[in-house]
């Protein structure tokens, strides 16, 4: 079975530059998390999406980071301009559905960004 | 206080020892909690999940105590291969997952 899907795995931008990250979950979850990680700490969720509908995204700074889930499968992030506080690991998660009760989340590899 | 607190460690423990992390949290309604591993720049990878009664794996034993909101991991007969960052994680009702700043352990030969 082909785990998530991340591209690209390496990011060098500029500050106030803007990037995007592409995410493909395994086939047939439903559920699709985008996690911020910072070295030292723990991914923190940025948003999570069921199908194509937007279940938190609380935690997403959204004066600079937007996602999408058009069409319920691949998903993207931007961040539109980069901050040096952005420099960080971008990893890409899915889970079967909210109302499997299967919680198991399985990550990609991640996309690594550093803002110079 | 954070949602999930973990000792950073690192925890540096001779090989064949064994060795026990703790994790609270804040939220007294979170619904399920699972230990995550994490190899040096690579992704988390679920260890297991841990339920109310208590559940082993192999030299895995992740245990729950609600209400003194806390999780431990217990590693016996501690192999080179678990070095590793050890994520404890909550879930609450909404499914979302709140992660701690992970354990880096250590096994030294």
């Known amino acids: 079975e082909a785990g998530v899907a991340q591209s690209p795995r390496y990011k060098i931008i500029e500050k106030r530059q803007s990037v995007a990250f592409w995410c493909n979950p395994i086939?047939?979850?439903?559920?699709l998390y985008w996690y911020q990680q910072i070295l030292g700490q723990g991914p923190k969720l940025l948003i999570q999406f069921q199908n194509n509908g937007v279940v938190d995204d609380s935690q997403l700074p959204k004066d600079r980071f937007s996602a999408e889930r058009l069409k319920g499968v691949d998903s993207t992030l931007k961040i539109q301009p980069a901050k040096l506080e952005d420099s960080a690991v971008y990893l890409c998660a899915s889970s079967l559905s909210l109302t499997s009760g299967y919680y198991e989340q399985y990550f990609g590899p991640g996309t690594r960004l550093t803002v110079t | 206080r954070k949602e999930v607190e973990q000792d950073p460690g690192p925890f540096n423990v001779p090989e064949g020892a064994t060795v026990a992390f703790n994790c609270t949290y804040s939220n007294s309604a979170s619904q399920s909690f699972f230990w995550y591993r994490q190899d040096c720049r690579k992704e988390p990878k679920l260890l297991m999940s841990v339920y109310s009664s208590g559940n082993e794996d192999g030299r895995f034993t992740a245990q729950l105590n609600r209400a003194s909101q806390y999780i431990s991991l217990l590693i016996r007969d501690s192999k080179l291969s678990d070095s590793a960052t050890y994520l404890c994680v909550v879930m609450a009702r909404n499914e979302k997952l709140t992660f701690g700043t992970g354990t880096r352990l250590t096994i030294i030969p």
């Open positions: 086939s047939g979850h439903a559920t």
